[in-house]
């Protein structure tokens, strides 16, 4: 069912990307924009977990979200690193750094 939903909302975000212009890469694109929104949803959980064991003063439990949160930022930046170049040529943002 997860990988369902995962599809459509790729293939929406495709549509999307079609409808605003966007033209390279449009597969590739949604797929990372995908897994991101994904892993925002999954950070947001557990930073909300970790203080409300933090407050409670559940070391271990508040330890373990730290660890989750570090793999989903991982996990973001390696998806944010992959989509910031196609988004930029796609969309012609020079990079003037």
């Avoid at 925002?40 to 989750?68: G, I, K, Y």
């Avoid at 949160?69 to 012609?92: K, Y």
Wanted: glycine share 2%; charged share 20%; hydrophobic share 45%.
């Amino acid at each position: 069912m997860a990988l369902k939903i995962e599809y459509q909302v790729r293939e929406q975000l495709q549509e999307l990307l079609n409808h605003a212009g966007f033209n390279s890469q449009v597969e590739l694109t949604s797929a990372h924009l995908t897994e991101i929104e994904q892993e925002v949803v999954n950070f947001l959980d557990q930073l909300t977990a970790f203080r409300s064991h933090a407050r409670h003063q559940d070391t271990a439990a508040a330890q373990e979200c730290l660890v989750e949160i570090s793999l989903a930022l991982q996990h973001m930046a390696d998806h944010i690193q992959a989509v910031v170049p196609i988004l930029d040529e796609g969309l012609d943002i020079a990079d003037d750094a």
